[in-house]
């Protein structure tokens, strides 16, 4: 018999990845690069989260501050994946491998969570610390069957191309290993690599990290429609649509790809009515 906290996991799972795929709005860059990454017109949190949601976002990834200031948006109506873990960008460069506590898991529960969110940046000098962290959310995540999404991101000194199939593929191996639900990491660059990280995950959902806005919203389709041909699960996705003269349509574009298999210049059509 399945455990309680089994069901619960499986059940929240499920409000995320709908027949197995998700696209969900990262929303924690006012403290990760600070309010300059946003344009006028996405400077309005409220805003912003309202024309991602009614473009049908799966889920909004935002810190627990975030997250009660404008819970009269999202509630019930897309999932909530509470992160839990941050840094500024003000630190000097030495402490920017290493993220702090913003936040508890009791936090994530409170605010009506359907999974965390935490990041390890494997191969840093703070691995150690950021492990702790890391393990300390994930139990006390599974006891209350509450999925933990790890964003597996190398970066440290021994590492020359944090975007390399070796690095990415070790990070999505580690992150399995220390029992992440969902896997969020880079993309590889290329379909071929890609399925190779999906394969060293070993079975644990990959969604890729959309990373800076890519020079046309049709590039970052085709990037995201490769990540489900090599057997992504979708894209958690910020600046690609946030930065977008459009955030909703851009975001209806995304979903197009992830959901509806449109090949990305039709979706893009989308984007562009
Ligand atoms: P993007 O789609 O904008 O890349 O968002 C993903 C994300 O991981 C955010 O959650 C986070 O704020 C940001 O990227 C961190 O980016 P980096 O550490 O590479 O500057």
Not at 30 to 44: A, C, L, R, Y
Not at 151 to 179: N, Q
């Amino acid at each position: 018999m399945d455990s309680f906290s089994s069901v619960g996991k499986k059940v929240r799972l499920s409000r995320i990845l709908r027949r197995g795929r998700a696209v969900a709005f990262a929303f924690d860059h006012g403290v990760e690069h600070g309010p300059g990454d946003f344009p006028p017109q996405s400077i309005d949190p409220k805003g912003l989260l309202e024309e991602v949601i009614s473009a049908g976002v799966d889920a909004v990834m935002m810190l627990p501050g975030m997250a009660r200031l404008t819970h009269d948006v999202w509630a019930g109506r897309t999932g909530l994946i509470v992160k839990l873990t941050s840094k500024s960008n003000m630190r000097p460069d030495d402490g920017k491998l290493l993220q702090s506590t913003f936040g508890y898991v009791d936090d994530a529960v409170a605010l009506s969570a359907d999974a965390v969110a935490a990041t390890v940046y494997w191969g840093s000098p703070y691995e150690d610390a950021m492990l702790e962290r890391w393990f300390a959310i994930r139990s006390m995540a599974d006891s209350y069957g509450l999925p933990c999404m790890q964003l597996a991101y190398p970066r440290g000194p021994t590492i020359k191309d944090r975007y390399s199939l070796e690095i990415v593929r070790y990070g999505a191996r580690a992150a399995s290993e220390s029992g992440a639900d969902i896997i969020k990491t880079y993309y590889t660059g290329s379909r071929e690599t890609f399925r190779d990280v999906v394969k060293a995950a070993g079975g644990v959902p990959v969604m890729m990290s959309g990373g800076p806005r890519r020079a046309a919203l049709l590039d970052f389709l085709h990037d995201v429609r490769s990540v489900l041909d090599a057997g992504g699960s979708g894209v958690v996705v910020g600046r690609n649509v946030f930065q977008h003269p459009s955030p909703g349509k851009a975001m209806k574009a995304v979903l197009a790809v992830v959901h509806e298999n449109a090949e990305p210049e039709e979706a893009e059509e989308l984007a562009g009515r």
